[in-house]
């Protein structure tokens, strides 16, 4: 074993045992950060920690929750909401943060596909980035089952459901899921085991693996330069006006950050004001009425942050809607692969595929709109129709843009 010297500072004493200062190193003031970005680029810390806003928000929720059929509804729509002290507020925090979280997901998505940060050397980013996506999305529709409400139960049911199409009902594989005929007790125990502990857990995971996947390739910039980090790492340390001004890079801590919590600032406040004021945007009335297996609410859907994908799988039948739905899902993992330009420069400097972003942004956001509205209105299907199969059409026509474009 080693030798240890007598350690003069906790610092030094945790650094002799797991090289914290090499850590710091790694992690943070010989970390680079371009200078070159702007407040786009804090939306990933910004995640982070809504994310651990919804872990303690959770935990206290977890503290009085019941996962029962009998007595999930009123622990969270009683017990919590009027018998505990400020159980209203710790579910309000949860509701308009699970919300946010996605609004802040699609931004950060959307400005990476903007600004080209998943091309090659970046690839692993983006796909850790959008298996985070599928984990906040099984997350958020797992604690919408918690509260077992008329929307927890029906859209449990219209979701599963999913899964009886085609030759799967023949492998019964609609009743494993829900560990019975219609959703039930076994049903709600599985999603809230998944929400309190698994699911948790894989995203934890999944988060350390996204950071990681930055450290080597760098953040990319709003301008797609190809940044010297070496050189300019040393003009930075060199620490003269001159060489820092020269320098192209920043260290993450505590310069950078410094920014980052700036950002942070002023979306808490945003955040605040939605959970004292504006909390009901989160909540849907429809699952203020406890969960009712005889009575189906007259017009089904999910939170906002899915009714783009949902949208997508209404015009087509079931078995070949469950696939387009599926797609949906995951074709924006293929986004690396698909575009088939070397150029890592800002939509709006590469042409057609600078088309290609804000009919896919545009189109998303009709999906949603569209989604939110009952099937009965033909005009409205018919827009919701044309906007799935657009989005189809834009997956298939990127790598033929893309392959043409100019290079830079
Ligand atoms: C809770 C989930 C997530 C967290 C905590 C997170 C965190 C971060 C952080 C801290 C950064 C570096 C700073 C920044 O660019 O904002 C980053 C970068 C990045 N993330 Fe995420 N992220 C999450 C989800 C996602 C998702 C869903 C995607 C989309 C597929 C994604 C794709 C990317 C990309 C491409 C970058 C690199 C940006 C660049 O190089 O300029 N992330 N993420």
Do not use: C
Not at 190 to 205: K, T
């Amino acid at each position: 074993m080693a030798h240890f010297e007598k350690a003069n500072s906790i610092n030094e004493w945790l650094d002799q045992r797991i090289g914290i200062e090499t850590l710091k190193k790694v992690m943070q003031t010989e970390y680079w950060i371009p200078k070159n970005i702007n407040f786009l680029w804090a939306m990933g810390m910004v995640l982070a920690a809504t994310f651990g806003i919804l872990l303690i928000s959770g935990i206290f929720l977890l503290m009085y929750y019941n996962p029962s059929v009998d007595l999930a509804f009123d622990s969270v729509n009683y017990t919590i909401m009027t018998e505990v002290g400020y159980g209203w507020l710790w579910r309000h925090v949860h509701g308009v943060g699970a919300s946010l979280v996605f609004l802040i997901i699609y931004i950060h998505m959307f400005t990476g596909i903007y600004y080209g940060s998943y091309k090659r050397g970046r690839e692993l980013i983006w796909l850790s980035g959008m298996l985070l996506f599928v984990l906040f999305s099984a997350e958020a529709f797992s604690g919408y089952m918690l509260p077992w409400g008329q929307m927890s139960y029906w859209a449990g049911m219209v979701i599963t459901n999913l899964f009886s199409g085609g030759s799967l009902e023949a492998y019964g594989l609609v009743e494993w899921i829900r560990g019975d005929y219609v959703p039930g007790q076994a049903f709600l125990t599985r999603f809230f085991m998944l929400h309190v502990l698994l699911m948790p857990l894989v995203i934890i995971g999944a988060i350390v693996f996204h950071f990681g996947t930055l450290r080597l390739p760098h953040v990319n910039n709003q301008d797609g330069e190809d940044v010297d980090f070496e050189e300019s790492a040393r003009l930075w340390k060199e620490g003269t006006v001159e060489s820092r001004r020269e320098s192209q890079v920043i260290p993450f801590s505590p310069v950078f950050l410094s920014k980052d919590v700036f950002v942070m600032g002023v979306y808490f406040v945003l955040f605040f004001f939605l959970v004292f004021y504006k909390f009901e945007f989160a909540m849907d009335p429809v699952n203020f009425d406890p969960a009712n297996g005889l009575s189906t609410p007259a017009h089904i859907y999910p939170e906002w942050y899915f009714l783009w994908s949902y949208e997508i799988l209404r015009p087509f039948s079931k078995d070949i809607g469950l696939i387009a739905f599926a797609i949906a899902q995951v074709i924006f993992m293929m986004l690396p692969f698909l575009d088939r330009s070397p150029n890592v420069a800002p939509a709006s400097r590469r042409g057609l595929f600078n088309i290609w972003f804000w009919l896919m942004l545009l189109d998303v956001l009709v999906l949603t709109f569209m989604g939110k509205l009952p099937p009965t209105d033909a005009t409205f299907a018919t827009i919701g129709a044309f906007s799935a199969y657009l989005f189809f059409a834009l997956w298939i026509m990127l790598p033929i843009i893309t392959k043409f474009e100019k290079k830079l």
